[in-house]
């Protein structure tokens, strides 16, 4: 398909393809769903931590005799029944991480992509060239190119000075075209793409394993 590519003024001179394959790809929601929820839960800490009976100071001592108090037996006043007890089965340090496959993962983010792009809300536009990186004028690119609500802004590792420019807009968030990943994309409103970025992303995808190739022709007898 063919984009229109916006200048930093917002007119378009000219257009840039980009792939079906990844921008109008089949929107699969069950597994943007399942990928997100994975990256979200990779993103825990999983430093929760409470003691177990064994691990609680105090109770070295039984509280009363066995037998002939009229009271229940106990052993120890750290058992979970008693306050300041230990605590049965709490949760201690893991990791919640969920291992997805490369596979599913390079799906979700082209049905992502591709939601996005049905949406209207996929730009692509000119490098800016910012000798300096300047905000003010990150934010009148925004204006110019009719960015609505949270923009996600995509670049290429080399355009330092465009990310730092964009990067202290309140309703902006600007990665690199390799860090692009499904929750990013979902939870904004539009993604901004510069030229050498998408060009960057699609020469990479093209080798991801999600990627659909054409049947090999079959060999005549």
């Known amino acids: ?4 590519l916006l200048a930093e003024d917002g007119s378009s001179a000219e257009q840039i393809e980009l792939s ?9 929601v069950p597994l943007m769903h399942q990928v997100v929820t994975a990256q979200l839960a990779a993103a825990r800490s999983g ?7 064994a691990e609680v ?24 029944q008693w306050k300041g007890g230990g605590t049965v089965f709490g949760p201690k340090p893991r990791s919640h991480a969920v291992s997805v496959p490369k596979k599913m993962k390079a799906l979700a983010l082209r ?3 591709s939601s996005r792009m049905s949406s209207g809300g996929l730009f692509v536009v000119a490098d800016p060239p910012f000798e300096v990186p300047k905000t003010r004028r990150a934010a009148a690119a ?13 670049v290429d590792s080399s355009q330092v000075l465009t990310a730092v420019a964009f990067r202290n807009l309140a309703r ?12 990013d994309v979902l939870r904004h409103d539009s993604i901004v793409f510069t030229r050498t970025a998408v060009e960057a992303f699609q020469q990479r995808a093209a080798d991801l394993p999600g990627r659909r190739t054409a049947p090999a ?3 005549a007898s």
């Open 57 to 80: 100071s105090g109770g070295g001592k039984k509280p009363w005799r066995q037998k002939g108090t009229g009271r229940a037996r106990h052993g120890s006043t750290r058992e979970p």
């Open 47 to 53: 430093t929760h931590s409470t003691k177990t009976r």
């Open 142 to 154: 925004l204006g110019a190119w009719s960015v609505q609500g949270k923009v996600l802004v995509v």
């Open 1 to 4: 398909m063919n984009v229109p």
């Open 111 to 113: 049905s992502a992509l």
């Open 217 to 219: 022709p079959e060999e």
């Open 20 to 28: 079906d394959e990844i921008f109008a790809a089949k929107v699969n």
């Open 172 to 183: 902006s968030h600007c990665i690199d075209e390799t860090q692009l990943n499904v929750y």
